[in-house]
């Protein structure tokens, strides 16, 4: 027997709708690409949302075509995303900062039609785009007044291209699990993998993160999101803020320290996200200028493992609650965020910043388990490390093109490609990449582990641990500093500081200083390429 409740499609637009309905005036603030700080609200961003769908449709773009955005965080982005996917239509998210021909290799894989850009990345496009033959026409996301002189063939300012339209369109109607969005993994390994999102998907994502143990939004809240619209869909933040009715302030290019914190203040944002690498900056400048963060009281820090000493700045010094994240775009992003439950809620000092050293717990909607290299499952002691996998309705089942390809286990499990424990308590912690742990005498030593402590050097900036061959053990860690302006000339000295915490044999081998540690697109330490650039290092008597 059927239950007999309403049909209510899972739908993208439903959100913005909602957005404009019920939180209409609450602000959209962005900083301009070209400049100035833009205010709009949901109401407007929903109605030109509709322009959006009804131009793209005039245009002769169908259900299921493929629009790709290269855009910052703005506005005009986020009703471009309403906009695509209220025809039916995908927005595919190309980052930026890929090298050209990953771009060209991305772009001709989606076949995307569109191609909508900010005018910062005009002049990379106009370079690629004889490469990229099927797309069709180049919206230039800014208004006739800085529409640039460009070779980008049918080239059209955003702004008369949704001018010509009245926006008097209804959203198209079809099945919830129409593909909505399509986003590349950075490609560590292999070709970069698209993993196309659902309306379904994207928006039990959006819930699942309003939740008050995941990122806990409300309508009051201020949210700024750091991480870019292009980085796994900014952690569900361009669906899950309107959703809750909250205010949105978008920093558009301009994501150092001072840009950053100007909008933190100036328009009293509650809430923020993004990557460690930004808040180096954000902390820096707050450090220069003795300034303080405002209303701010949450931050989500992830993508990578969020530094302690960060986590200790913000609580001690600024009164803000990092709430440390991990999650991957084949999880929509977000698969676990460290907020207290009540077990650990009185734990303070150094026992408070062990836990959110940890990467969190696991919401409704996300299943977690870690296993050995045979599948067996692992116990949930917080102790033993495994291969972590995970489950659920914003998980992915398939890559794009590789639909004949299983990825998941016999269980529906995905292997995410890290390794971790999870405690009795259901806190997760990473303790590596499964092909970044070092494997010394058939035991398990966690890059991660050791890099954290390396920076809590005062001397050191950055630093990275990579496995070099060693005749005995397999493998060794040596450990790639980068020092702080003027410091450290002995590096062997962070691993003195190292010394007596953490296990004896877990201590590198040996140091080495470099002029730069190099990131991927997403920010993250490329320990491919850092590898190879270390290729012929030699440790010490060997
Ligand atoms: P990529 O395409 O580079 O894999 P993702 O954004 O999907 O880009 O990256 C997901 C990966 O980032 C995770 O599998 C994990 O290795 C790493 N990661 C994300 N958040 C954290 C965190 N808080 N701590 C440690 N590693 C993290």
């Given at each position: 027997m059927l239950g007999l409740m309403q049909d209510w499609p899972l739908l993208m637009h439903r959100i913005i709708d909602h957005a404009a309905l019920y939180h209409g005036r609450r602000e959209v603030v962005s900083r301009s690409v070209e400049g100035p700080i833009h205010r709009t609200n949901y109401a407007q961003v929903a109605a030109r949302a509709r322009k959006v769908a009804q131009r793209l449709a005039r245009d002769g773009v169908k259900q299921g075509d493929r629009v790709a955005t290269l855009a910052w965080n703005t506005w005009r982005h986020l009703e471009a995303w309403y906009g695509i996917t209220g025809i039916g239509a995908v927005y595919h998210t190309v980052n930026p900062r890929l090298f050209p021909d990953q771009i060209v290799w991305i772009v001709n894989d989606a076949e995307d039609r569109v191609i909508m850009v900010d005018?910062?990345?005009v002049p990379l496009l106009e370079q690629i785009q004889?490469?990229?033959?099927?797309?069709?026409?180049?919206?230039?996301?800014?208004?006739a007044a800085h529409m640039p002189q460009t070779t980008l063939r049918n080239a059209t300012c955003y702004e008369e291209w949704i001018g010509a339209v009245d926006g008097d369109f209804a959203w198209a109607a079809f099945d919830e699990n129409t593909a909505a969005g399509l986003c590349y993994t950075s490609g560590t390994t292999g070709s970069p993998k698209g993993v196309l999102y659902s309306h379904r998907s994207n928006v039990l994502h959006a819930m699942i993160a309003c939740t008050s143990g995941m990122l806990g939004l409300a309508s009051s809240d201020v949210v700024l999101p750091v991480v870019p619209m292009f980085h796994a869909n900014a952690w569900s933040l361009g669906h899950s803020v309107p959703m809750a009715g909250a205010k949105l302030v978008l920093p558009g290019a301009k994501l150092d320290g001072a840009s950053v914190h100007e909008l933190i203040v100036g328009e009293g944002v509650t809430f923020s996200a993004g990557v460690p690498t930004v808040w180096f900056g954000l902390l820096a400048h707050l450090e220069a200028t003795g300034a303080?963060?405002?209303?701010?009281?949450?931050?989500v820090?992830?993508?990578?493992?969020?530094?302690?000493?960060?986590s200790k700045a913000f609580k001690e010094r600024y009164d803000v609650q990092v709430m440390h994240a991990w999650g991957m775009t084949e999880m929509s992003p977000l698969g676990t965020v460290c907020t207290l439950k009540p077990e650990v809620a009185g734990l303070e000092g150094d026992a408070y910043f062990d836990l959110m050293m940890k990467q969190g717990h696991s919401p409704f909607g996300v299943d977690m388990k870690i296993t050995d290299d045979d599948g067996t499952e692992l116990a949930r002691d917080g102790k033993v490390f495994g291969r972590l996998k995970v489950r659920g309705p914003a998980v992915a089942r398939r890559y794009f093109r590789h639909e004949n390809e299983e990825i998941l286990d016999a269980d529906g499990y995905f292997d995410t490609g890290d390794v971790g424990t999870i405690d009795p308590n259901g806190y997760l912690q990473i303790t590596d990449r499964a092909k970044d742990v070092i494997k010394s005498g058939g035991e398990w030593i966690s890059s991660i582990d050791l890099e954290n402590l390396?920076?809590?050097h005062p001397d050191v900036a950055e630093a990275a641990v990579i496995g070099v061959a060693h005749p005995k053990w397999d493998e060794r860690p040596l450990l790639v500093i980068v020092p702080k302006k003027g410091a450290l000339s002995d590096p062997s000295a962070v691993i003195d500081f190292m010394q007596g915490k953490i296990a004896k044999w877990w201590l590198p081998d040996a140091a080495v200083i470099v002029d730069e540690i190099p990131h991927t697109a997403t920010g993250k330490i490329d320990k491919v390429t850092l590898r190879k650039r270390l290729a012929d290092y030699r440790l010490p008597g060997f």
């Open positions: 005018l910062t990345f004889d490469r990229l033959p099927g797309v069709e026409r180049f919206v230039i996301l800014t208004d303080d963060l405002g209303h701010m009281t949450r931050t820090i992830g993508g990578s493992a969020c530094p302690r000493a960060m390396a920076v809590a």
